[in-house]
């Protein structure tokens, strides 16, 4: 069993009860409930259900970065103790209340984003359940309510993604309000650097999908050049940074980790390029993914029209009759038939497209994990070795 084996329950057990304290403390602000306020609350905990937490689990090891080996190490989960240094040993560090609440931060930011995202994509679906307007759409239709049920949907899961994203904040305070104060102050600006740069990140992505696709007499190398760094941008501020970058370096800079260090700066891009190979592999998923696993319908992706680097390095490789297909298929959304989303998929595998997209997955992976060998001697083997097993795991995925 590696570190990370126990790494993953350990921070998951203590991020899921404090997000259960969090969901008890909002109930408790209404001292009457009425059935309404019942039913946000419990679509918040939906929301919180079945994550994989690691958002919470890379700020957890960034929080705990500081500590040295010989303080402890994960699979020692028994021991809660602290050395004659006074420092902290990793455990108690890695699934303590600093790091939970961190985790719960991120993670209720993360569910925020997620309900939102769903709205914007009109996705029917999320981990494999309807998603929130559509449920909330679903119960208006059963109750008989007056009005529009997709209208209700919609507002009210505009309205849960608001409420996780105050909970959100609220925690990130509790989580530096335990630490020194210039401390709290970097941690704090970093995380809301973070919510900022998602906000402009969603735009580009909704903004480049409105956009026409390249005229079939456009030369299709620099066409999919053009879309590929376009796709690239999106995934840079939409997801990437604060699938990876941002946990961590909030974590780091929490536990004290100097903002202008060489440690900063080269988790910042580990971060950020084993973020960008983590929504690479997501964009696999989105075509290739088994739906058992990943919890949504193969070739959703090109349902929704996303404009990704797969679709992009597609466009480069295949032939006329292939762009036709892609620019059929994306324009046509949720409308595409079955056998054209299947052949596309094929021709994402025929004209070499997904072994060159997994060849750009393995090039950010090798520059994030070169990032960490630029700097020997500011990180002590058990956080390195920890680091780079959870970028195997984010990258190598299948769900």
């Not at 019942?38 to 994989?52: V, W």
């Not at 689990?57 to 010989?70: I, S, W």
């Amino acid at each position: 069993m590696t570190e990370v084996d126990v790494l993953l329950p350990l921070v998951r057990g203590a991020v899921d009860a404090r997000l259960e304290h969090v969901l008890a403390r909002l109930r408790a602000q209404w001292p009457a409930p009425s059935t309404a306020a019942d039913e946000l609350f419990d679509a918040a905990a939906t929301a919180l259900t079945g994550g994989k937490r690691m958002r919470a689990v890379l700020g957890a090891v960034g929080l705990a970065l500081l500590n040295e080996d010989h303080a402890g190490s994960v699979d020692q989960v028994s021991r809660e103790r602290h050395d004659s240094s006074g420092t902290a040993d990793r455990v108690a560090v890695l699934a303590g209340p600093t790091a939970a609440r961190l985790g719960a931060a991120l993670e209720l930011y993360q569910a925020s984003a997620l309900v939102h995202d769903d709205v914007i994509d009109a996705a029917d679906t999320r981990r494999g359940q309807p998603s929130a307007h559509r449920r909330y759409a679903s119960r208006h239709r059963q109750a008989g309510w007056r009005g529009s049920a997709d209208g209700y949907g919609v507002s009210a899961a505009i309205l849960l993604g608001d409420l996780l994203m105050a909970a959100s904040a609220t925690e990130m305070g509790a989580a530096a309000a335990t630490a020194e104060r210039g401390a709290a102050r970097a941690a704090r600006d970093a995380f809301d650097a973070m919510t900022t740069e998602v906000a402009v990140g969603q735009f580009l992505d909704v903004h480049h999908e409105v956009l026409p696709l390249p005229d079939p007499t456009d030369h299709p190398v620099a066409a999919g050049t053009a879309m590929r760094e376009a796709a690239l941008e999106v995934v840079r501020h939409k997801s990437a940074r604060y699938s990876v970058m941002y946990p961590l370096v909030v974590g780091a800079l929490l536990a004290g980790v100097d903002p202008r260090s060489e440690l900063l700066e080269a988790l910042k891009v580990f971060g950020e390029e084993i973020g960008i190979a983590f929504q690479l592999r997501d964009d696999v998923l989105g075509v290739f993914g088994d739906p058992a696993l990943t919890g949504k319908p193969a070739g959703d992706d090109l349902r929704e029209g996303k404009r990704t680097v797969l679709l992009a390095l597609t466009w480069q490789r295949c032939n006329d009759a292939g762009r036709a297909l892609l620019t059929r298929v994306l324009t046509q959304g949720a409308a595409a038939s079955a056998a054209d989303v299947a052949a596309t998929a094929d021709i994402i595998r025929d004209c070499g497209a997904l072994a060159a997209h997994e060849e750009e997955i393995a090039a950010h992976t090798a520059t994030g994990l070169g990032a960490l060998d630029a700097v020997p001697s500011a990180l002590s083997d058990a956080p390195r070795e920890t680091l780079t097993a959870l970028a195997h795991l984010l990258t190598a995925r299948r769900s």
